[in-house]
């Protein structure tokens, strides 16, 4: 069963920086595609950027392009979220999530994904 762990969420002043990790378990990267999403109170679940299962492709959601990027590294079987820039409506929670040789594609649609961790709070606020 393929699990995967959010970390690096918290507390952060606007324009500020957070790095956000997201650890796969139970198989290799190299077999899916991860897709990062966020969701604030009261609002839809959103897409925010996907890395393919090969590596070769990414895609992010037009409001976050050029302040959020999207990487991977195969030996810590782990996928990673850098956003610059952060605004107060950056404020959510933070999820990843995975389909085993899906396309990342946008939209970045959550209901394409089948598995899921369990989120990591992203706070911007002076």
């Known amino acids: 069963q393929l699990q995967l762990v959010e970390s690096g969420g918290g507390l952060v002043q606007p324009g500020g920086s957070l790095r956000l990790s997201c650890a796969v378990s139970?198989?290799?990267?190299?077999?899916?595609?991860i897709g990062w999403f966020r969701q604030a109170p009261g609002k839809e679940r959103e897409g925010i950027s996907c890395?393919?299962?090969?590596?070769?492709?990414?895609n992010y959601a037009d409001s976050m392009k050029g302040r959020f990027t999207i990487s991977r590294d195969t030996a810590k079987n782990t996928v990673y979220l850098q956003m610059n820039s952060l605004k107060p409506e950056d404020t959510a929670a933070y999820y990843c999530?995975?389909?085993?040789?899906?396309?990342?594609?946008?939209?970045?649609?959550?209901?394409?994904?089948?598995?899921w961790g369990q989120g990591t709070q992203v706070t911007v606020s002076s």
């Open positions: 999530a995975a389909i085993q040789f899906g396309a990342c594609r946008r939209p970045i649609a959550p209901n394409t994904y089948d598995y």
């Open positions: 139970g198989s290799t990267l190299n077999y899916y595609t």
């Open positions: 890395i393919s299962w090969s590596g070769s492709s990414t």
